[in-house]
């Protein structure tokens, strides 16, 4: 599955991009347009006063949906919305958050008011559900670093769960197996893993850090390496509960393929502990070839066709 995703925090004036959800680029991204129809898009929603908003606020989007977050100043409470840019309604609205405009830290010896610069939301989703995770920044002119709360919104296709966190940076979340997600902290080289009800499953999970990785419980997942040598490309069983292998084997794709070839993996279905791939190849001269790989994920066993 192929996702994009980006984001804007209008006091910062960034417009970025990254993945997200283990994913890759989107050939079709979305346009966020400008802040004030985004913000008239948000009040018409809430039927709220666009005065009554703070000049902070964050937006991203994923495939074809934009995601939206602000303050307003009577409630103090996140407002958070998910559109769908194509069919142009709203998907999912939420104001359960209150937030907070200032907070005091530490830093060093002393102790210092740090004050709300934007929010970031992010969005992800799975076949039954999604998440989003609203990570508000904080701010001090005299200290020059940053502070982070988060306000995360679990969906499971029915109904809400919500969690709320403070870690140091932002948090990112990717899909992973069944029902649950992977957050990780931004830097971070491990992830916590969660069900859709916001449910702690697993801590400190070994993050993958590339998108050919696809699980097979929570715990584990197979992993497609990049080429070790001409033709030959590494296929793993691994565990990230330690991050070791179960098993680790050589796979000769084809006998021609150069060290620079592009490769990308996709799952495409499975019988019982036998799983099949599909590896794009795509030389430097732009030959493409595709070749199916039929995984015992249990053994590392395979064909090729």
Known sequence: MTKKLFYLIVSVVALCTMNSCGSDDSDNPVDIVTEDSWISRICNTFSLNINDYYDYWGASGYDNK??????????DKIYVAVYDTIRND???????????????????EDRYTYSLTGFYPIYCENDEGFVIVVNAHYGSEKTMDAKFLQKIIFNNGSQNFYLEKSAYSDIIPYIWYKDSYLLRVKGNNYADCYNDKGQL????????????????????????????????FQIGRKNATNNE?????????????????RVTYTYESQSDDVWTFICKMVARDGTIQNKHIHLNVQTGEYTIT
């Open 66 to 75: 934009v995601i939206l977050a602000n303050g307003r100043k009577a409630d």
């Open 201 to 232: 499953l697993y801590q400190n999970l070994h993050y993958p850090n590339d998108n050919n990785t696809f699980p097979i419980s929570y715990t584990e997942y197979i992993d497609f390496g990049n080429n070790s040598s001409l033709g030959k």
């Open 90 to 108: 709203v998907i999912y609205k939420d104001a359960h958050f209150d937030f907070l405009k200032s907070m005091e830290a530490n830093y060093y």
């Open 245 to 261: 292998y179960e098993w680790i084997i050589d796979v000769a794709l084809v006998e021609d393929a150069s060290n620079d070839t």
